[in-house]
């Protein structure tokens, strides 16, 4: 049992957490969760995974088309609480909107948590950059390399918390 399991919800972001372990020199496997399901997660990290890695990272956006997912990451965290008992550490990451929050972050975009569409906000952003925004896991791996590290850890919060969780694991 070795390394660092990170969990994200969807692709472009798995992309983007890949892009930023490697420019941070830090390895650890990020799998796709692929549902909002706190069992899914406590299946990944229990059966798929048992054994495997020491720590676990579970990223879960926090709001999301202007539902809370507060509840549903309450749950999350009770149930995985229960992996604690199987010698994995784990730490659900409620990330504030969204990914695309840390992105807008790395962009100099001051108070991006508080954006409510993020996404829509990054549109605009790489749109005044004169660059077409397209949701794909190599443009946001390439805007993972592209970012202010130094300044997205300033004016995100819970990135600043990611960073600081992964350094420590």
């Not at 720590?55 to 990451?73: C, E």
């Not at 829509?120 to 660059?131: A, F, P, Y």
């Not at 443009?139 to 600081?164: H, M, N, P, Q």
């Amino acid at each position: 049992m070795s390394g660092t399991l990170i969990l994200v919800e969807g692709v472009t972001d798995q992309a983007f957490i890949r892009g930023v372990a490697e420019r941070l020199n830090i390895a650890c496997k990020i799998v796709v969760m692929r549902g909002n399901k706190p069992e899914k997660a406590y299946r990944i990290l229990n059966k798929t995974y048992s054994g495997e890695f020491e720590r676990a990272i579970v990223l879960k956006d926090v709001h999301r088309a202007g539902i809370d997912r507060t509840p549903l990451i309450e749950r999350l965290a009770g149930r995985i609480k229960q992996l604690e008992e199987e010698n994995i550490q784990v730490c659900v990451l409620p990330v504030r909107r969204s990914i695309e929050a840390w992105i807008l972050a790395g962009l100099s975009q001051t108070n991006p948590e508080d954006i409510l569409d993020p996404v829509e906000e990054l549109k605009k952003v790489m749109w005044r950059r004169g660059r077409q925004y397209v949701k794909s896991p190599a443009f946001y791996e390439r805007l993972a390399k592209e970012i202010d590290i130094e300044k997205a850890l300033s004016l995100s919060r819970t990135f600043k918390d990611f960073v600081d969780l992964l350094s420590k694991l």
